[in-house]
C-alpha cells in the first residue's frame, strides 16, 4: 500500500521522483522519502505529505535516486520509520510486509547488525548488506536476499559505487513495473508515476530480480536465469492523471462515470445479441455449464459483488456467493469444478484477493474470471477469463467510478449466463442492450442534482452517526452509500436491508441520527415506505433518494431527492451516484482531506 519510484538517468532525476510521488500519494501519505547518489548517498525523510519532502530536495541533483510514500505497517508513522531505510553504504525502499522478519532480524542482530526503526523493511536492507559481504555485486546480493524472504514485497535498492550507477529492484506479490526511455531506466509501483518520461513500460512477475542502468535493464529469476519481458506501451495518459479544474480527485471521478461507463460498454455499442465472447476466447466453453459462481472482492468492490447476487440468481437461476476476500481462504468451502470464479479488483493487485483466487485455484476450481481496470495486472494475468472496466485511472481513495463500471460489467455478466443457460429471450436482451447504452446517460442526468444534494449535506455536518437503508438489489447500496460517508466525513455510519430495523438498529433512531434511504418505485417499494414509517416514528429524520414516479411524500422531517427516471434492474447504478455526491459534499462541509482519508491508502496490496 506504498508507493515506489526509482530512476538512472543521463539527467536530474529529483523532479521526476518528487512528481511520481505526488502521483502515488494515493497509495500512502503517512510518510515520505528519498535516496539520491550525487555522488555520496543523500537520504531525505518527511513525517507527512510529499509537498514536505519536496522543499527539502529543492535545488538537490542527482542521476540516481529512489523514492517512497508510506502508509504505516509496522511501527508507527514517523520520520524514524519513514523510508529509504539505510544498511552501510546502501539505501532501500519496500512495499509489503515481510512475514518472517522477526527471525531474519533475529539472526542479523546476532551479528552485529543494529535496528533503529520498529520495521520490517530495516531487516531487508540489513540482509543485503550481509549477502554484500560474500558477492560484491548486488544485483546478486538482492538476489540472494529475495530467497530468504517470507512475504509480500516489491524493494527498489541504491549503493554507493564508484562505477556506473545502478538501482535494483525486486518484486514478489506486491506491483512493480519498469519504464524504458531513450536518457534512463525507471521503476514505479504505478504507470501513473512514469508517464512524464516514458510510456513504455515492462511489466516484472512476481519473483523477478531487475537491474537498472542508464543504457537498459537485464532480468533475473531466483535461480538467477536470465529472463526477458515484454514492453508494453500504456494506454494511460499523463493528462488522465491530472486534476484539472475539479477541486478533487473525487469530484472528478464521480463526474468522469458517464464517460467511464460508456468506454466499459463499448464493446456492445453495435451489437445485437449478447455473446460470451466479451468475457474472452474461451468463455462459450467455460460458461456453458457454470453450476454456480463465487464471487471475490474486498470493500466496494465486495458490495458491487452483493448486487451480481442479485442479478445473477435472478436473470440466470443459478446459485451465486459474495465473499469477502480476505475471508475466504481462511475458512473450509466446498470445491466444485463446474464453479465459475469470478474475482473483482479495481487495481488488480489487492493481497487479499488475489490470495482467495489461489486459493481457490488450489482447490481445483478452475473457471476464473477476472473483472478489472487495469490490463496489465496480476489479477487478469491469474484468471483464465477477464473483462477489462476501462474506468480510467482511480486516484481518489474512495473509489467511485470504478464500482459503477464493474456493476456494468457484472450486469453483462448476468445477462450473459442468463443466456447460455437459455433463460432470456431475444426482446429482453434486447432491452438489457437499450438500457446499457443508455445508461451513460441516465447517469449524467443524476449528476445534475449535485446543487441539491450539497443542501442536504449542510444538516450532516455536525451528526456523529447515520443509518443508510435500502431493501432487495439496493441494500448493497446503502451500505456502499454508508462506506462512502464513514470513508472521508469520519460519520460513523451503518447500511442495513430496512427490514431489519425492528431487529435492532431501530433502537439507534432519534432525532440526531439521520437515516439516508434509497426508495425506487419497485416491487419493495410499499415494503420500505412502511420501514420508513418506524423512523419517523420514533423522531427520526429522513433523507430519501427516489425516483421520479414514486409515491413517496415530503413532509416534515421526510426530505425527498427524486432522481430522474427508474431505470429497473440497473436502478443500483443510478442510486450509488447520488450517494458518492453526498458522502463527497459532506466531507467538504466537514474540511476533512477528501482525496486521502486518515488511515486508508487506495492500493491494498498487504494483508
Not at 158 to 172: T, Y
Request: aromatic residues 6%; glycine residues 8%; contains cysteine.
Amino acid at each position: 500500500m506504498c508507493g515506489i519510484v526509482a530512476a538512472v538517468a543521463r539527467g536530474n532525476v529529483v523532479d521526476l521522483l518528487i512528481d511520481g510521488l505526488k502521483k502515488l500519494e494515493y497509495r500512502g501519505y503517512d510518510s515520505a522519502g528519498l535516496a539520491l547518489l550525487n555522488p555520496g548517498l543523500t537520504r531525505l525523510r518527511s513525517c507527512g505529505r510529499v509537498a514536505d519532502l519536496a522543499a527539502q530536495a529543492e535545488g538537490l541533483t542527482a542521476t540516481a535516486g529512489i523514492a517512497h510514500t508510506r502508509w504505516a505497517t509496522h511501527g508507527e508513522p514517523s520520520e524514524r520509520n519513514a523510508h529509504p531505510h539505510i544498511s552501510g553504504g546502501l539505501a532501500l525502499v519496500h512495499n509489503g510486509i515481510i512475514e518472517n522478519y522477526a527471525e531474519l532480524k533475529q539472526g542479523l542482530a546476532a551479528k552485529g547488525y543494529q535496528f533503529v526503526t520498529d520495521t520490517d523493511t530495516e531487516t531487508i536492507a540489513h540482509l543485503i548488506a550481509d549477502k554484500l559481504k560474500t558477492t560484491p555485486e548486488l544485483y546478486t546480493a538482492v538476489r540472494l536476499a529475495a530467497g530468504d524472504l517470507v512475504g509480500a514485497y516489491a524493494i527498489a535498492v541504491l549503493q554507493e559505487s564508484d562505477g556506473e550507477q545502478h538501482v535494483v529492484v525486486a518484486r514478489n506479490g506486491a506491483p512493480l513495473l519498469l519504464g524504458l526511455a531513450e536518457d534512463g531506466c525507471y521503476a514505479a509501483s504505478d504507470a501513473s508515476a512514469l508517464l512524464a518520461v516514458t510510456r513504455t513500460m515492462v511489466y516484472l512477475e512476481d519473483g523477478d530480480i531487475a537491474e537498472l542502468r542508464v543504457g537498459g535493464v537485464r532480468i533475473q529469476r531466483p535461480d538467477g536465469t536470465a529472463v526477458e519481458r515484454p514492453s508494453q506501451l500504456s494506454t494511460l495518459s499523463a493528462a488522465a492523471v491530472e486534476l484539472g479544474h475539479y477541486n478533487h480527485y473525487m469530484q472528478k471521478e464521480i463526474f468522469e462515470q458517464p464517460q467511464a461507463l460508456a468506454n466499459t460498454l463499448e464493446l456492445i455499442g453495435g451489437a445485437q445479441t449478447l455473446s460470451p465472447q466479451l468475457f474472452g476466447a474461451a468463455a462459450a466453453q467455460m460458461l456453458g455449464d457454470v453450476a454456480s459462481v463465487t464471487i471475490l472482492a474486498c470493500g466496494t468492490s465486495y458490495h458491487a459483488a452483493l448486487v451480481a447476487r442479485y442479478w445473477i440468481e435472478q436473470l440466470a437461476g443459478i446459485p451465486c456467493s459474495a465473499e469477502i476476500a480476505s475471508e475466504f481462504r481462511y475458512r473450509v468451502s466446498v470445491p466444485d469444478r463446474h464453479k465459475l470464479v469470478v474475482a473483482i479488483s479495481q487495481s488488480g493487485e489487492t493481497a487479499d484477493t488475489l490470495a482467495a483466487l489461489k486459493h481457490a485455484r488450489s482447490l481445483g476450481m478452475g473457471r476464473t474470471l477476472a473483472i478489472c481496470n487495469v490490463p496489465e495486472s496480476a489479477l487478469v494475468r491469474e484468471c483464465a477469463l477477464k473483462f477489462l472496466t476501462r474506468a480510467g485511472p482511480e486516484i481518489g481513495v474512495a473509489s467511485t467510478k470504478a464500482f459503477t463500471t464493474q456493476l456494468a460489467a457484472l450486469f453483462l455478466l448476468a445477462a450473459t449466463l442468463a443466456k447460455q443457460n437459455g433463460r432470456l429471450n431475444q426482446a429482453t436482451e434486447a432491452g438489457y442492450l437499450a438500457d446499457l447504452r443508455h445508461l451513460p446517460l441516465a447517469l449524467a442526468q443524476v449528476l445534475h442534482l449535485e446543487p441539491d444534494i450539497a443542501s442536504w449535506a449542510q444538516q450532516f455536518a455536525g451528526k456523529h452517526h447515520a443509518l443508510f437503508l435500502g431493501r432487495g438489489h439496493h441494500y448493497p447500496i446503502a451500505l456502499e452509500g454508508a462506506l462512502k460517508l464513514k470513508e472521508i466525513s469520519y460519520i460513523h455510519a451503518e447500511g442495513y436491508p430496512a427490514g431489519e430495523l425492528k431487529h435492532g438498529p431501530l433502537a439507534l433512531v432519534d432525532a440526531d441520527m439521520p437515516v439516508i434511504a434509497v426508495a425506487p418505485n419497485d416491487t419493495l417499494l410499499e415494503k420500505l415506505k412502511s420501514n420508513l414509517q418506524e423512523v419517523r416514528a420514533r423522531g427520526g429524520e429522513l433523507y430519501v433518494f427516489a425516483d421520479a414516479d414514486s409515491a413517496v411524500a415530503e413532509q416534515e422531517g421526510v426530505h425527498i431527492l427524486r432522481l430522474p427516471e427508474h431505470y429497473g434492474l440497473l436502478s443500483p447504478v443510478l442510486h450509488v451516484v447520488a450517494m458518492q455526491l453526498l458522502a463527497y459534499h459532506v466531507a467538504l462541509v466537514k474540511g476533512t482531506d477528501v482525496d486521502k482519508p486518515r488511515n486508508l491508502a487506495k492500493s491494498v496490496t498487504v494483508e
